[in-house]
């Protein structure tokens, strides 16, 4: 088979000007093509951009890996943060300890319930929170605050809050005077929301009793083998998880939630690849002459249907370019500008304030070669009937 002749006749084919039917035929192939492929790389792109989104949440709002302590020994834990510190592809070993309660200020005696975040004013902490604001605060204790949380109790930088915390061990309420000094975004809803972080001795003595270590890495990515590491050399004293277990059905969901909509969103490509075939059928009517008189010149079956499946595979493949450029930049224009945004109620719902549409070089070669498979398909039975013409009858026709 001569390749070259194959592809100039299906090129020729392609762009003929002599039928009007033709055109729209093929130019109404080229668009639903075109918009088939787009939709689902927008798709993609917001799957894989809430999953990443999120992932970058879940880590920076705590850590790569926590260790809680079971024994309850804090020498112990002390020699643990010591022992892990070590280890290659460590951060930071910080000791945390987490409270219940609520805060108020005057104007809003009601408040709003939160959660306590000790850390040591020294150590790195996940989440990229700025502890040394915390520094210095005298006899009131300095306090971050969440940026939504800011906004729904409309405090002023250095004013002073009151916060009630649950001593669940003693079963009594501690009150306690704190002072607002920065606020911090991290784009999760629930950290910005609820989220009030103070130095851990003060979360202790309200209570805050479950002190565990976080450990942050270089590559969150890749945790399982640091976190075997981990439970290997702090032993049965320490429980330890991952991000990727304890978020380990969250995840799952998405990854089907994500082939499902991939699999939905194909008959889209389908139905698309349809009116190919449709441009096939006009095409082999428009052009019976043609193909009388190429049979009669010796072109084979096998070359003529190879010309018209290269055909239909041209049409197909300029138009899943074209939805791949589509897609790629309604998701750059999405993601940019931020288009797609939470309010509040809903944030607190799907984790995260905005959606980045991220597109994946691997997505895109799926969702190509998945448009490509179904042309050809949809393309091979017009192929057939066409490299089947009786060449007599076809000269005939007029």
Same mark, same amino acid.
């Given at each position: 088979m001569n390749p070259s002749l194959v592809g100039s006749l299906a090129w020729r084919y392609v762009r003929g000007r002599r039928s009007f039917q033709l055109r729209g035929v093929a130019r109404a192939a080229l668009v639903s093509s075109s918009l088939g492929v787009a939709t689902m790389v927008v798709a993609m792109a917001l799957m894989s951009g809430y999953?990443?989104?999120?992932?970058?949440?879940?880590?920076?709002?705590?850590?790569?890996i926590v260790a809680?302590?079971?024994?309850?020994?804090?020498?112990?834990?002390?020699?643990?943060?010591?022992?892990?510190?070590?280890?290659?592809g460590v951060v930071s070993v910080a000791e945390v300890a987490y409270?219940?309660?609520?805060?108020?200020?005057?104007?809003?005696?009601?408040?709003?319930?939160?959660?306590?975040?000790?850390?040591?004013?020294?150590?790195?902490?996940?989440?990229?929170?700025?502890?040394?604001?915390?520094?210095?605060?005298g006899d009131v204790p300095g306090a971050l605050l969440g940026?939504?949380?800011?906004?729904?109790?409309?405090?002023?930088?250095?004013?002073?809050?009151?916060?009630? &915390?649950?001593?669940?061990?003693?079963? $009594?309420? #501690?009150? %306690?005077? @704190?002072?607002?000094?920065e606020s911090f975004e991290t784009g999760f809803a629930e950290a910005d929301s609820g989220w009030v972080v103070l130095e851990r001795v003060v979360v202790e003595e309200l209570g805050g009793k479950s002190s565990l270590l976080e450990i942050s890495l270089e590559d969150p990515s890749d945790t399982e083998a640091t976190a075997a590491q981990v439970r290997t050399l702090l032993g049965?004293?320490?429980l330890v998880t991952d991000w990727r277990q304890y978020n380990r059905e969250l995840f799952t969901a998405l990854r089907l939630q994500k082939l499902a909509l991939f699999l939905v969103l194909g008959l889209i490509v389908v139905v698309a690849t349809f009116n190919?075939? &449709?441009?096939?059928?006009?095409?082999? $009517?428009? #052009?019976? %002459?043609? @193909?009388?008189?190429?049979?009669?010149?010796?072109l084979d079956r096998g070359r003529l249907q190879a010309v018209f499946v290269s055909c239909g595979v041209l049409i197909g493949g300029v138009g899943s370019l074209i939805g791949v450029s589509l897609g790629w930049s309604v998701a750059w224009l999405l993601t940019t500008f931020e288009l797609v945004r939470f309010d509040p109620g809903v944030a607190a719902?799907?984790?995260?304030?905005?959606?980045?549409?991220?597109?994946?070089?691997?997505?895109?070669?799926?969702?190509?070669?998945?448009?490509?498979?179904?042309?050809?398909?949809?393309?091979?039975?017009?192929?057939r009937r066409a490299s089947r013409l009786d060449p007599t009858e076809a000269l005939r026709y007029d």
């Open positions: 999953s990443e989104d999120l992932q970058d949440k879940l880590i920076g709002g705590s850590a790569a809680y302590p079971i024994s309850g020994d804090l020498e112990r834990v002390a020699l643990g943060m010591t022992e892990l510190a070590s280890l290659p409270g219940q309660g609520s805060v108020s200020r005057v104007e809003q005696p009601k408040g709003y319930e939160v959660t306590l975040r000790g850390v040591d004013l020294e150590a790195v902490t996940p989440g990229r929170l700025d502890t040394r604001a915390l520094i210095g605060g940026a939504e949380l800011v906004r729904r109790l409309g405090v002023e930088k250095g004013e002073v809050l009151r916060l009630v &915390s649950v001593d669940l061990e003693d079963l $009594r309420f #501690r009150y %306690r005077r @704190i002072r607002y000094v049965d004293d320490f190919v075939a &449709s441009t096939l059928v006009v095409l082999t $009517r428009e #052009r019976r %002459r043609e @193909i009388g008189v190429l049979t009669a010149m010796g719902i799907y984790f995260i304030n905005s959606v980045p549409f991220r597109v994946h070089t691997d997505d895109v070669l799926a969702i190509l070669g998945f448009s490509l498979a179904t042309t050809l398909v949809a393309c091979w039975l017009p192929a």
